[in-house]
């Protein structure tokens, strides 16, 4: 069974940081994409960054490039998100997703291809 774990959420003040890790397990994590989507209370869930083994792709929305890099250690199963410059609209449970990938970060972070393996999520609250 595929199982994706968070973890480091936390509480930080504007302009503070954070690294979320998502440590994968009973799956072979090198052929899989990996998403970090978020939501927010009252919000629509939104993809965050998502990376691609099948050509090395990363993919960030616009609004958060310069902020957020998403990076991948195979021989450790797992996927990073490091946040920078934290504003208080970052505040999300933020949750990663794996899915086998043939295609690009981006393709798979704007849903051509559905992530069907999700886990828990982690809280980031940025005050204000």
């Known amino acids: 069974q595929v199982q994706l774990v968070e973890s480091g959420g936390g509480l930080v003040q504007p302009g503070g940081s954070l690294r979320l890790s998502c440590v994968a397990s009973?799956?072979?994590?090198?052929?899989?994409?990996v998403g970090w989507f978020r939501q927010a209370p009252g919000k629509e869930r939104e993809a965050v960054s998502c990376?691609?083994?099948?050509?090395?792709?990363?993919y960030l929305p616009e609004s958060l490039k310069g902020r957020f890099t998403v990076s991948r250690d195979d021989a450790k199963n797992t996927v990073y998100l490091q946040m920078d410059s934290l504003k208080p609209e970052d505040t999300a449970v933020y949750y990663c997703?794996?899915?086998?990938?043939?295609?690009?970060?981006?393709?798979?972070?704007?849903?051509?291809?559905?992530?069907?393996?999700w886990g828990q999520g982690t809280q980031v609250t940025v005050t204000s």
């Open positions: 990376i691609s083994p099948s050509d090395g792709s990363t």
């Open positions: 009973g799956f072979n994590f090198h052929y899989y994409a």
């Open positions: 997703a794996a899915e086998p990938s043939s295609t690009t970060a981006y393709f798979h972070c704007a849903g051509y291809v559905t992530f069907q393996s």
